[in-house]
Nanobody, 127 residues
Framework: QVQLVESGGGSVQAGGSLRLSCVVS????????MGWFRQAPGKAREGLAA????????YYADSVKGRFTASQDDAKNTVYLQMNRLTPEDTAMYYC????????????????????WGQGTQVTVSS
């Protein structure tokens, strides 16, 4: 059973930065396509970033492109989301997820492509 544990959330002022971490157990990040999502109250879950373990390619939502960077450390079995130039609109619960199946190939930021989810970490950005 794959387990994901996020950390690194917190409160920050607009313009600041945070780095989220997601430790994976029960599988290896080097063989699993990983993703980051967020969900604000009253809003749908939004795919932010994804990493292809096969190609090393990364995918980003337009809302975070140029500000957020996803990466992974195979030795630590951990994926990261570096978030810069944060705005109050980035306030949400952030989740990491592990994909399974081929649906992910065509839909790397779709929640439907991900089978395993962490418990989330809260990010609050004040103006």
């Amino acid at each position: 059973q794959v387990q994901l544990v996020e950390s690194g959330g917190g409160s920050v002022q607009a313009g600041g930065s945070l780095r989220l971490s997601c430790v994976v157990s029960g599988d290896t990040v080097s063989s699993t396509n990983m993703g980051w999502f967020r969900q604000a109250p009253g809003k749908a879950r939004e795919g932010l970033a994804a990493i292809s373990t096969r190609s090393g390619n990364t995918y980003y939502a337009d809302s975070v492109k140029g500000r957020f960077t996803a990466s992974q450390d195979d030795a630590k079995n951990t994926v990261y989301l570096q978030m810069n130039r944060l705005t109050p609109e980035d306030t949400a619960m952030y989740y990491c997820a592990a994909a399974s199946g081929i649906f992910w190939v065509a839909h790397p930021l779709s929640a439907k492509a991900f089978s395993y989810w962490g418990q989330g970490t809260q990010v609050t950005v004040s103006s």
